[in-house]
């Protein structure tokens, strides 16, 4: 029986230096960032070159990015010159009919019974403490909404809202979740 207890305080031991030992930090969000080396991190002014959208959704999108890096992560936010960098632009904002639905009249044209609203992102990241991660991607995502019931004014800041957050989502999975 003590050679049992000695063998498994033997293990446990060596698992727990195996786990001291490793200086990547995992975290409840997924990240895998070295706190060690990497301690802050900036975010330009993403531009609109969509030439659709509101005219705050530049602003919308550079802020959200801000606020989930700095809720998800133990970075800190700094105005210029992070450890790591993120940059881009809003590149597609896009309305396409999904689906058609008849008007009953033969004389009236058939009506969209779905729309999609796509933004696309394109977003430039610098890690300066390991080029290899470096990227520059676009990310896109969509919404459909029903224009029979709904005007595009009435959903707008709602659609654009739930299509960032995956957009942003996607952009932190790429660039310091690693998966």
């Known amino acids: 029986m ?6 498994l305080g033997l293990a446990l031991g060596l698992i727990f230096l195996l786990f001291q030992s490793c200086s990547v930090k ?18 330009d002014n993403f531009f609109n070159d969509s030439g659709g959208g509101p005219a705050n959704m530049e602003q919308l999108f550079t802020e959200s990015l801000k606020e989930y890096y700095q809720r998800n992560t133990q970075l800190e936010l700094v105005r210029s010159n992070g450890d790591l960098q993120f940059s881009g632009a809003i590149k597609r904002y896009t309305l396409t009919p999904q689906s058609a639905v008849s008007s009953g009249n033969p004389n009236l044209p058939d009506r969209a ?15 300066l403490t390991n080029e290899e991660e470096n990227l520059k991607r676009s990310f896109s995502f969509f919404q459909d909404y029903d224009p029979r019931t709904t005007t595009l004014l009435d959903v707008e800041s709602q659609l654009i809202e739930e299509i960032f957050k995956n957009i942003i989502q ?8 690693n998966w």
């Open 2 to 7: 003590k050679l049992i207890n000695k063998n």
């Open 26 to 43: 995992y975290s409840f969000t997924g990240t895998n960032i070295n706190y060690e080396l990497v301690k802050t991190f900036s975010v």
């Open 113 to 127: 019974g779905q729309m999609r609203l796509t933004i696309a992102v394109e977003v430039d990241y610098i890690n």
């Open 170 to 177: 996607d952009v932190f999975t790429a660039t310091v979740a």
